[in-house]
Each structure stands twice: as structure tokens, then as C-alpha cells.
């Protein structure tokens, strides 16, 4: 965990006493509506369909006990006793009363907290690897990286307004599990010719209205330039980027219309003048924030636990639970351990106040006392000795958060959707909970094997839809709820954008749509082995569009025709 510092504290102190006087004014007439929008937004603070919705910052998704402690205690007290954590890898309240949030943000102060630049045109929460840190096929450790950045962008002055929000995700690992090719800024750890460490650095990826895959402007980054370079990026963004159109605005539609060549000479042309200015880092400065982290004490352990092999002889369960939630860890005799919040009924991402006490005890006892938040929006406690995996799963059980589908198409990633959010178009939550009842069989789902389904309930994407293996979109269709539906998306290393496969449909037919899409895969699939994703890429969009609507592209288009003329 990164321990704040005196300068940390005063920053969020100050911040929350500067939003009580703002709101207080506000609530007395004081303060214009106009006014007040954005002072609420650079703390985090949303007007939803029904009421505010608080969105907290969990830095790069690292968490300690007491923090996921503070963040139920708010729950129970403020809002309806659950939280929603998102694909930013924050935690969202959605029924806060206005009054009470500069009291919610002055306990989440005590805790090293905040919700400060968790909304509105800046830049937001940096997110990384969930196994950051851990990671076997880890480069570097992002998570100093991250903070590093964390601290640079904070209330930094030229970058508080921007053209539109700005989002930047780190990963340190040979395998991207950051999604970093969808985000404004993407940073790939490499090591250099002798061993240095270094960034290969994207700009321009994003989803939303305007999906598009990020575009590599530098190779090679040396460690020493990141937050310089970072700022030349900035910096002509902040220059060229659109305000007449916020559809317009993000850093991806400047890319495009520059040209990635020409952007690319634009930033080297500014870094120039920064790259040896005073946001240079240096060794003693990079030394001097990873030395606030604190580190697990790790045991020397077996690679491989005797306690841990007899269990998954022992118990089919078990075994199950262990093959989808177990991940490996670099360190002999420990393991990465993610606790589904993805059962059947649940909305995905959601966790009561109970839970959430709950995995805060499972941290201490069996994980250091620290958690992730991943941004597939499930918990991953990182730090787990494998002795204790067969006792944590019995744990786990009784909480309703062992539900062994990790990569499996229950594992569904969705926003809020019309249940909450003012812009949504369609409800997320119960086509996400009419699927996986539909898919509740774990052995079919394990037949079906590795499958990412995403939902987004509005052409923002913050469901990710657009690199889901299905995507699947909420439309409005003449004032009725409808969905269209893609396949062929995915994020890591290989991401790709899905493709809508036709019309869209009513909320009703979504379950049978996807049965389709499945069915159409395991006919075509080579072997068990080959994913839904190799499929859609081997086969293409077509026979799966075949099966879900009856009939080849051809006679559909010849029906339209004959209705036309008729």
C-alpha cells in the first residue's frame, strides 16, 4: 500500500473543507445551480436518474482492510448499505443525499481517501494490472509508476480543464491486462537494449461513440521522461483538442484528424522543451515514493503446497474454484485469489456493506491486508498462501463470493445502466442476471469455456461492450428499450473491436440471442480448446448472424426489398 505523506493529507484535507463550504452554499441559494456542476464534478459528484451518485477513487485499485472497512461503514451510513465497484477500478455510491457527501469525503480523509478528479475534463484515476506487482511475467511493478503519475496529475493547473476526461492505464507485465489499447494514454513496461526499463507509449484508444484501438508514438520511453513526455502529450492535446463538440473532443478524434505520424511530431516538438525541465525524474525521486509503499513480508514457502494438492484431490468443488479464481503469483507457495462478485441474481460489480467487512477480515487473515479491485469489477486478494486457499474458498462460500467463473460468460463486466444513470438508454443489470440464469449451469459454461460478455447501457461504453467477445449495447428505439448486439471484440495484447452483428432486439430476446451465438460456436469450434473469440476470427461475423436471425444475409436483404416494394 502507498502510505500518504504530510503533503498528501493536507491536499485531501483541504480539498474537503474547501467542497463543504461550496456545498453548504449551494444548499443555501448562495451558489447557482451552474456554479455548483462543476465543483460537484472535480469531487466525484454525479446528479443520476433518481439521485447523487458518489463516485470514489481507489488509486490503480489497490485497497488495505481499514479502507474497504471506511467504504462499507459509508455505505451502511449514507447510502442503501451496498456498493457498486466499476470498471475504473473505483467503488460508486448511487443514493448519497448531497447534504451528507463533504461528511462521506471527510471520512474516506481518514483514511487516505478521496474522490478528487473522479469526474469531470481532467485526468482520472490511473488503473493498471490487478496483478500488479505479483505477476509472474511481470517487467516492472507498474503500481510506483502509477503513483507517480497519480501525483503529477493531481490538481495539476494546465490539465484541470480539458477538452473532455482523459484516462490513462499502466501496465507492467508481458501480458496486458490493463486493457491499455483502449485508453487515451496506454503505457506498455519494456526493457531497453541493456536492460533499462522504459515505456512503449499509446495514445488515441478509446471506446465510447468512437471506438478505436491506440496508436504506439514511441517505442522506447526511458523511465526518467514518463511524467515529461506524459506532459507534452497533455500539452497538445490541451492545444488542438476540440470544445465546440464534446462528441469530438477526446484525444482520439485529434489523433485521427492529425494523423498519428503528425501528432506524433507534435508531441517531440514540445517535449523538447520539457524533456529536462523540472518534471524530470530522478532515482532519488522514484526511490523516495516506492520507499512509501509497504511490501508483504513473504514466507519461504514450497512451490507447491501439500495441504493445497490434497484438497484439489479431494473435492470436485474445490478443484473447480481453483482452476477459475487461483492465479499465479511470483512468489513460490502463494497465489492471486479473485473473489467473484458475479453470482447469479447479483447485480455484476455490487457488494453489500456486509461483504465487504467480510473480505476486509479475509485480507488480513490471509492476505496481508491489502485487496485489488479489478476492472473486470470483481476483488483479487493478491497475497494468498496456498496452504490456506482450501480454508479461504469455505470462507468465500458462505459469502457468496466464490463463484468459480472468472473468464467464464457469467463473469459478465456491466455498468449501472437505466437503473441509474440520467444517460443510459436501456437497464444493464437485468439483461446481465436473465443471462446468467440462463448460463447458470457451471458445467455447460466450462464446456463453453473462456468467453468475455459485456454490457453497456449507452453508447459511453463504460460496460466495455465494444472489447467484449459479445458486446451487447442498450439502444433507444423510438422511446422503447432495444439492444444490438457485436461479437468479435477483446482486450490484452490482440485487441480488436467487435462487430455488430444486425438489427437489435427487444430485452426479452437477449438471452436467446446469445444461446445462438454459443450454439453457433461450439458447431464451428476445431476443438474444445479453441475460444469463442479464435472462432469469430477464424469463421468471421457471418454464420453466427445466419443462426441468429434465420436466414443467409441474402434472403434478408431480398425480404427487405419485397416489404419495400410491397
Request: net charge neutral; hydrophobic share 40%; with cysteine.
Amino acid at each position: 500500500m502507498y502510505l500518504y505523506d504530510e503533503i498528501d493529507q493536507r491536499l485531501v484535507d483541504e480539498r474537503v473543507a474547501q467542497f463543504r463550504g461550496q456545498t453548504r452554499r449551494f444548499l443555501a441559494g448562495e451558489l447557482s445551480e451552474d456554479n455548483y456542476r462543476p465543483l460537484r464534478l472535480q469531487n466525484g459528484l454525479y446528479i443520476q436518474r433518481f439521485a447523487p451518485m458518489l463516485r470514489v477513487a481507489i488509486p490503480y485499485g489497490l485497497l488495505s482492510s481499514r479502507q474497504l472497512r471506511a467504504l462499507a461503514h459509508i455505505a451502511r451510513k449514507w447510502d442503501r448499505g451496498y456498493g457498486h465497484f466499476s470498471t475504473r477500478q473505483n467503488i460508486q455510491y448511487n443514493w448519497p443525499k448531497l447534504e451528507d457527501v463533504p461528511e462521506i469525503l471527510a471520512h474516506l480523509a481518514s483514511v487516505q481517501m478521496h474522490a478528487i478528479q473522479t469526474s469531470g475534463n481532467c485526468i482520472r484515476n490511473t488503473t493498471s494490472d490487478h496483478f500488479a506487482g505479483i505477476a509472474p511475467d511481470e517487467i516492472v511493478d507498474p503500481l510506483l509508476w502509477c503513483e507517480l503519475i497519480r501525483q503529477w496529475s493531481t490538481f495539476h493547473p494546465e490539465f484541470a480543464f480539458l477538452p473532455r476526461k482523459f484516462k490513462i492505464a499502466v501496465s507492467g507485465a508481458e501480458q496486458d491486462r490493463a486493457a491499455i489499447q483502449v485508453h487515451d494514454i496506454g503505457l506498455q513496461a519494456v526493457r531497453g537494449a541493456n536492460g533499462e526499463v522504459g515505456f512503449r507509449v499509446l495514445v488515441g484508444g478509446g471506446l465510447g461513440r468512437t471506438p478505436i484501438i491506440g496508436t504506439v508514438i514511441r517505442e522506447f520511453l526511458p523511465w526518467p521522461h514518463l511524467l515529461t513526455y506524459l506532459d507534452a502529450i497533455l500539452r497538445v492535446y490541451n492545444r488542438f483538442g476540440r470544445r465546440d463538440n464534446k462528441y469530438k473532443a477526446r484525444i482520439k478524434i485529434l489523433v485521427k484528424e492529425l494523423t498519428p505520424e503528425e501528432f506524433r511530431k507534435q508531441v517531440d516538438a514540445e517535449w523538447v522543451h520539457l524533456k529536462d525541465g523540472p518534471a524530470k525524474l530522478t532515482a532519488a525521486e522514484v526511490s523516495r515514493i516506492d520507499a512509501r509503499f509497504t511490501r508483504p513480508q513473504y514466507q519461504q514457502l514450497d512451490a507447491l503446497s501439500v495441504q493445497y494438492t490434497q484438497a484439489l484431490a479431494r473435492e470436485r468443488g474445490f478443484a473447480s474454484w481453483a482452476g477459475r479464481n487461483v492465479h499465479p503469483h511470483k512468489v513460490p507457495g502463494y497465489a492471486a485469489v479473485t473473489l467473484s462478485l458475479k453470482k447469479t441474481g447479483v447485480p455484476p460489480g455490487d457488494a453489500t456493506a456486509d461483504q465487504m467487512d467480510a473480505v476486509a477480515d479475509l485480507a488480513d487473515r490471509y492476505s496481508f491486508g491489502e485487496l485489488r479491485v479489478s476492472h473486470e469489477q470483481n476483488l483479487v486478494l493478491s497475497d494468498v498462501r496456498q496452504s490456506d486457499l482450501h480454508a479461504l474458498w469455505l470462507e468465500a462460500k458462505l459469502l457468496g463470493l466464490a463463484t468459480p467463473n472468472i473468464g467464464l460468460i457469467t463473469n459478465i463486466i456491466a455498468c449501472p445502466g437505466g437503473d441509474f444513470c440520467s444517460l443510459a438508454n436501456a437497464k444493464s443489470i437485468p439483461v446481465a442476471e436473465a443471462i446468467q440464469r440462463r448460463f447458470d449451469d457451471l458445467d455447460y459454461q466450462h464446456d463453453i469455456g473462456e468467453l468475455d460478455l459485456n454490457i453497456s447501457g449507452c453508447m459511453n461504453s463504460c460496460g466495455h461492450h465494444h472489447v467484449g467477445h459479445i458486446g451487447i449495447l442498450g439502444v433507444d428505439k423510438q422511446g422503447a428499450e432495444f439492444y444490438q448486439i457485436s461479437i468479435g471484440g477483446a482486450q490484452g495484447n490482440a485487441a480488436s473491436l467487435g462487430k455488430v452483428i444486425g438489427p437489435s432486439f427487444a430485452q426479452d430476446e437477449v438471452p436467446d440471442v446469445i444461446e445462438k451465438l454459443i450454439e453457433t460456436y461450439l458447431e464451428h469450434r476445431d476443438s474444445e480448446s479453441e475460444k469463442f473469440i479464435d472462432v469469430v476470427r477464424r469463421i468471421g461475423v457471418t454464420p453466427f448472424k445466419e443462426h441468429v436471425y434465420g436466414y443467409p444475409d441474402q434472403k434478408r436483404e431480398n425480404g427487405k426489398r419485397q416489404l419495400a416494394a410491397a
